[in-house]
């Protein structure tokens, strides 16, 4: 059965930092380019960084560049999303998704897989 499982997410102060994990079953992840994707309450559902199959090469929103950071754990065949620096504006449920290349960066469109999502919420 294929699954992304998301967790890490919590409660933070600002400028405080959490690292979320996505874990898959079923497939192996470093074959699709993985995509984590955020909900704030009141707004479209954002991307926010990406990481390639065939090279690694990693993507961010402009609102978490130099904040965020996508890494790649084959053997654990887990995506990770290290968060730094938190502000309340990145309070928001937060997804993985895989998608079968190409996909384009930080779109939410090829994606084929999805997980339920875990919540940050960060406090001022």
């Known amino acids: 059965q294929v699954q992304l499982v998301e967790s890490g997410g919590g409660l933070v102060q600002a400028g405080g930092s959490l690292r979320l994990s996505c874990t898959a079953s079923g497939f192996t992840l470093k074959y699709y380019t993985i995509g984590w994707f955020r909900h704030a309450q009141g707004k479209e559902r954002e991307g926010v960084s990406c990481?390639?199959?065939?090279?690694?090469?990693?993507y961010y929103a402009d609102s978490v560049k130099g904040r965020f950071t996508i890494s790649r754990d084959s053997a654990k065949n887990t995506v990770y999303l290290q968060m730094n620096s938190l502000k309340p504006e990145d309070t928001a449920v937060y997804y993985c998704?895989?998608?079968?290349?190409?996909?384009?960066?930080?779109?939410?469109?090829?994606?084929?897989?999805w997980g339920k999502g875990t919540l940050v919420t960060v406090s001022s």
């Open positions: 998704a895989a998608g079968v290349p190409p996909v384009v960066p930080l779109s939410q469109s090829g994606m084929d897989y």
């Open positions: 990481i390639r199959s065939i090279d690694a090469n990693t």
